[in-house]
């Protein structure tokens, strides 16, 4: 299965973190993984002030919470799909660059992601409040109807030259029990979860593919349904991370 973004991480674990259901030194830990460190950068981009250093994760998440953080909310935008992103200009232009975002409700900040070499640095930015998204139920049913379209299609196109692992993960869609959010998280949650990360490996895997297709009507086709179901796939995975924020 694969792993959640940085952005995804974070905002589970913080909402986490603010219900009670993680220690702060766990839920760091977590979404630091594999990289050597994460440093949340303390002035605004374009700011004119000097900034102050860099503060670690743990200390800037203490930070959040005395400025008045009630939850995360996660964004997956990518060009013409701002969704999950209700500006400013600046904010919502660096988080389609980097394709993820979050926003500390309660705050007005704006945190986008940049690796540099084996560490991580979150950029804040001013950011407006997310908008009402999708609620599980219907992202839930949003994603099932376009998986369902999307492999009949894929399979007429591309039957000839099928990769095995692409139609192992169509047929294991729904078959993972690895826990994919942090505690606190409704099980229809982790579920809708799975489902959607599952969904974009497979977009990934069908277009690095080589395809059957033949004609070009086929081959936009192919990307076409690619492009929806990867689409769908990230606002589900939104409706499943933000779904964890404290009431």
Same mark, same amino acid.
């Given at each position: 299965? %694969?792993? $959640?973004?940085?952005?995804?991480?974070?905002?589970?674990?913080?909402? =986490?973190?603010?219900?009670?259901?993680?220690?702060?030194?766990?839920?760091?830990?977590?979404?630091?993984?594999?990289?050597?460190? *994460?440093?949340?950068?303390?002035?605004?981009?374009?700011?004119? @002030?000097?900034?102050?250093?860099?503060?670690?994760?743990?200390?800037?998440?203490?930070?959040?919470?005395?400025?008045?953080?009630? +939850?995360?909310?996660?964004?997956?935008?990518?060009?013409?799909?701002?969704?999950?992103?209700?500006?400013?200009?600046?904010?919502?232009?660096?988080?389609?660059?980097?394709?993820?975002?979050?926003?500390?409700?309660?705050?007005?900040?704006?945190?986008?992601?940049?690796?540099?070499?084996?560490?991580?640095?979150?950029?804040?930015?001013?950011?407006?409040?997310?908008?009402?998204?999708?609620?599980?139920?219907?992202?839930?049913?949003?994603?099932?109807?376009?998986?369902?379209?999307?492999?009949?299609?894929?399979?007429?196109?591309?039957? =000839? /030259?099928?990769?095995?692992?692409?139609?192992?993960?169509?047929? +294991?869609?729904?078959?993972?029990?690895?826990?994919?959010?942090? %505690? +606190?998280?409704?099980?229809?949650?982790?579920?809708?979860?799975?489902?959607?990360? /599952?969904?974009?490996?497979?977009?990934? $895997?069908?277009?690095?593919?080589?395809?059957? =297709?033949?004609?070009?009507?086929?081959?936009?086709?192919?990307?076409? *349904?690619?492009?929806?179901? @990867?689409?769908?796939? /990230?606002? =589900?995975?939104?409706?499943?991370?933000?779904?964890? /924020?404290?009431?």
């Amino acid at each position: 299965m %694969p792993t $959640l973004s940085r952005s995804a991480r974070w905002v589970c674990w913080f909402n =986490a973190w603010l219900a009670g259901a993680a220690p702060l030194e766990t839920a760091v830990d977590a979404v630091r993984a594999d990289d050597a460190a *994460h440093h949340v950068l303390g002035t605004p981009s374009g700011a004119p @002030a000097d900034p102050p250093p860099p503060e670690p994760l743990l200390l800037a998440w203490g930070a959040l919470r005395r400025a008045g953080a009630t +939850g995360a909310s996660l964004a997956l935008p990518e060009p013409g799909d701002p969704y999950g992103l209700a500006g400013p200009a600046a904010f919502t232009a660096a988080a389609t660059d980097a394709g993820e975002a979050v926003m500390v409700d309660g705050t007005g900040i704006g945190l986008v992601p940049e690796v540099i070499g084996s560490g991580v640095f979150w950029h804040r930015y001013e950011a407006n409040p997310a908008p009402h998204g999708t609620g599980l139920a219907e992202a839930s049913r949003d994603l099932r109807t376009e998986l369902a379209v999307t492999a009949d299609e894929l399979l007429d196109l591309d039957v =000839a /030259r099928w990769q095995p692992e692409v139609r192992e993960a169509l047929s +294991g869609i729904r078959g993972t029990t690895e826990p994919l959010l942090a %505690p +606190g998280y409704a099980p229809r949650a982790e579920e809708l979860a799975a489902t959607a990360q /599952r969904c974009l490996a497979i977009a990934d $895997l069908a277009t690095a593919t080589e395809s059957g =297709a033949v004609t070009a009507w086929e081959v936009d086709a192919r990307g076409t *349904h690619l492009r929806s179901l @990867a689409r769908t796939a /990230r606002h =589900a995975l939104v409706a499943a991370c933000n779904a964890g /924020r404290p009431r």
